[in-house]
């Protein structure tokens, strides 16, 4: 049996073939150290570029902490000016707030200036000006408004800012000439359901407030709104209906906690400049539908966490000022990104059109008998894409292809 066994091992080894010399395992050995080795910086190259995502976030929201602490601090301070005691003669400067809404209501006046006058509420009285086009309510210490202030039907200017509202009354959606409205620096923690009801508002500034949420219906029936500023709020979510207002030129969002914007946005054809920067670690992500802002020259986004911006960008044409420090973005590349707005949209506009090129190219290839347009574009798009087409083919085939930046050669 044993020498069964010692010939049958004898007969394995032979089929094994022949021994590699020493030299061989030493230079195989070596090798395969070699290898690992590369294997290994690989990994931890690979595990580097992973981590620098995560250090953006951290670093972001270190700066989130920062800016909150200043805030705090900022509405701190605020709430102690507000708390400041009223002079002795603050019921007196009420007596005489009174007297010269009085005065106001005899003589008809259209402009009413009670601006720094320590004043703590606003008599009903108020609602019997129906002359009044103007009024001032600033920098005083008011807590509410009266209901009666509806009763100014021909108000086009209503300054309320710097004051201690923490809520507007409802009836002020009945004041249908209402122009503008500045309620900002004051602790509004919300907007009244009814503010739609200005359909003749024009500008409405409700910066440095508490605002956690818009009203549901906010912007259904505003069809004069050109500004709208909502700066320094806490707002996570924008309802819908804003993007009804197709007259908005001007949106202001920086410094909330937006998670995202609306879908619909693009419907705000007329808006000329948007501000959602310093919505930190909340804004990650934008929708397509923002390409279709054709009027947009402004766009600032810094100190956010976008990571890419939508295809569709390329067709912003009309973009002056792209603003993108501060978020951790991959597409466009930092490179690109650092040679200022005119390279970024040129690079985008490259994107979107190399893209489209390879979509149709792939149709052609999948279906070399479809009739003129392909089927998967829907019919109200396939004019674009033929414009960007002929453009594409032009493009390529001009002299001028030849002076392309070096950065637009790179594989998308």
């Not at 010939?7 to 290898?35: F, M, N, T």
């Not at 010269?100 to 259209?110: G, I």
């Not at 052609?364 to 479809?370: A, C, F, I, P, Y």
Request: with cysteine; proline share 6%.
């Amino acid at each position: 049996m044993a020498l069964l066994n010692v010939a049958e091992i004898r007969e394995k080894i032979r089929a094994l073939g022949p021994r590699p010399d020493p030299q061989e395992v030493e230079d195989a050995r070596q090798a395969l150290a070699a290898s690992n080795a590369e294997e290994e910086k690989a990994a931890r190259d690979a595990a580097e570029r992973e981590r620098l995502p995560l250090r953006a976030i951290l670093q972001l929201d270190e700066l989130h902490r920062l800016y909150g602490n200043l805030l705090k601090d900022a509405e701190a301070l605020l709430e102690k000016n507000s708390s400041v005691p009223v002079k002795e003669e603050g019921q007196g400067q009420n007596l005489a707030a009174s007297r010269l809404l009085d005065e106001a209501a005899e003589k008809k006046l259209s402009e009413l200036n009670l601006c720094n006058q320590s004043l703590q509420l606003v008599p009903e009285s108020i609602g019997r000006i129906s002359s009044l086009v103007d009024l001032n309510l600033s920098t005083n210490q008011i807590e509410v408004l009266p209901d009666a202030i509806a009763g100014l039907a021909n108000l086009e200017r209503l300054q309320v800012q710097s004051n201690r509202l923490r809520i507007l009354p409802d009836s002020i959606g009945l004041m249908k000439n209402l122009k503008y409205l500045n309620c900002s620096r004051n602790q509004l923690k919300q907007l009244p359901e009814r503010i739609s009801g200005c359909s003749a508002l024009i500008e409405l500034n409700a910066d440095f407030n508490k605002i956690e949420y818009l009203p549901s219906s906010f912007g259904r029936g505003m069809d004069s709104l050109e500004r709208l500023s909502l700066q320094l709020n806490s707002l996570t979510y924008l309802p819908p209906t804003l993007c009804e207002v197709k007259t908005l030129k001007h949106l202001d969002l920086h410094f909330n906690k937006l998670r995202s914007l609306p879908r619909a946005i693009g419907n705000l054809t007329r808006l000329e400049t948007l501000d959602a920067s310093s919505n930190f670690s909340d804004l990650t992500a934008l929708p397509e539908s923002m390409a279709d802002l054709v009027s947009l020259t402004h766009l600032d986004l810094r100190y956010n966490q976008i990571r890419e911006l939508p295809l569709s960008f390329g067709r912003l044409t009309n973009i002056k000022t792209l603003e993108l420090d501060e978020n951790p973005l991959v597409d466009p590349p930092l490179e690109i990104v650092q040679q200022g707005t005119p390279a970024t949209m040129k690079y985008l506009a490259y994107r979107l059109e190399a893209s489209l090129l390879k979509a149709i190219e792939e149709e052609k290839l999948r279906s070399s008998q479809q009739p003129s347009s392909p089927s998967w574009i829907p019919a109200a798009a396939q004019g674009w894409v033929s414009g960007v087409y002929s453009n594409i083919t032009s493009y390529l085939t001009s002299p001028k292809a030849s002076g392309k930046e070096d950065y637009l050669e790179q594989q998308l």
